[in-house]
C-alpha cells in the first residue's frame, strides 16, 4: 500500500485557477469513487474539501471542485485567495477497510 | 457541539510504553468509526488504522500492523492508541479522525474522514 502520488508544491497568482493532481493505482484511486481532499494549515487539523471524488460538505466553498479519470484525481481551486495558501492532501479507499493519502502538496499564493 | 477531544502532548524516552486517548461528544460514539493519523515533523499525513467502537472491530494499515495497538472504551466515549515500545521515530504528531463508512448493495467502503482531533504530539527521545 503505497502513498498517492502529489506534487510536492505548486504556486499561483490571486484570481487564478489551479488544479492538484493525486495519482493512485488500479487498487485505489481507480477502483472507487472514494477520493477525498483535504486542507491543512500551519499548526491546524486537517479540514475535508471534497469527498466520494467531487462532492463538498456543507460550508465549503464552491471555489473548490473534484474530479477523477482512470488512476489520477484532481483537486481545482477557482479564484484563488490568500487564504488558500495551506497543504492538501488526497486520499482514497483502498480496499479491506484501509485509506491511503497523498504526499500532500503546498500551495503558496504569490 | 461535535468534536474530537485528544489528550495532551507526550514526552518519552524509548522503551517506554504510552497510550493517548480521543473523547468523542455530541454524537453517538459508537455509530462511527474512529481512525488514527500520524504526521511527522515537517511531514504528510500517514493513515495508521481504524476501530469501530461498536464492536471492536479495528483495521491496521500494513505499515503500522504490530507497531501499535488501537482500541476503545464505549462506556467514556474513546479512543486510544497505544505502544508498547516507543522508538525515536515514533516523534511525530497523532490525529484521530472520525470516518465515515458507507454500505452500499451489501459492501461497506470507508468513505472519508468528516471530523478530527485537534492532534497530540508525542516526543520521543533520551
Known amino acids: 500500500q503505497s502513498a498517492l502520488t502529489q506534487p510536492a508544491s505548486v504556486s499561483g497568482s490571486p484570481g487564478q485557477s489551479f488544479t492538484i493532481s493525486c495519482t493512485g493505482t488500479s487498487s485505489d484511486v481507480g477502483s472507487y469513487n472514494l477520493v477525498s481532499w483535504y486542507q491543512q494549515h500551519p499548526g491546524k487539523a486537517p479540514k475535508l474539501l471534497i469527498y466520494?471524488?467531487?462532492k463538498r460538505p456543507s460550508g465549503v466553498s464552491n471555489r473548490f471542485s473534484g474530479s477523477k479519470s482512470g488512476n489520477m484525481a484532481s483537486l481545482t481551486i477557482s479564484g484563488l485567495q490568500a487564504e488558500d495558501e495551506a497543504d492538501y492532501y488526497c486520499?482514497?479507499?483502498?480496499?479491506?477497510?484501509?485509506?491511503?493519502f497523498g504526499g500532500g502538496t503546498k500551495l503558496t499564493v504569490l | 457541539e461535535v468534536q474530537l477531544v485528544q489528550s495532551g502532548a507526550e514526552v518519552k524516552e524509548p522503551g517506554e510504553s504510552l497510550r493517548i486517548s480521543c473523547k468523542g461528544s455530541g454524537y453517538i460514539f459508537t455509530s462511527y468509526w474512529i481512525g488514527w493519523v500520524r504526521q511527522m515533523p515537517g511531514k504528510g499525513l500517514e493513515w495508521m488504522g481504524v476501530i469501530f467502537p461498536g464492536d471492536s472491530d479495528v483495521t491496521y494499515s500494513p505499515s503500522f500492523q504490530g507497531q501499535v495497538t488501537i482500541s476503545a472504551d464505549t462506556s467514556i466515549s474513546t479512543a486510544f492508541l497505544e505502544w508498547s515500545s516507543l522508538k525515536a521515530s515514533d516523534t511525530a504528531m497523532y490525529h484521530c479522525?472520525?470516518?465515515?463508512?458507507?454500505?452500499?448493495?451489501?459492501?461497506?467502503?470507508?468513505?472519508?474522514?468528516?471530523?478530527w482531533g485537534q492532534g497530540t504530539l508525542v516526543t520521543v527521545s533520551s
Open positions: 479522525a472520525r470516518t465515515i463508512r458507507d454500505c452500499i448493495g451489501g459492501s461497506c467502503y470507508l468513505s472519508r474522514i468528516d471530523l
Open positions: 466520494e471524488v467531487s
Open positions: 486520499s482514497s479507499y483502498a480496499g479491506s477497510s484501509t485509506l491511503v
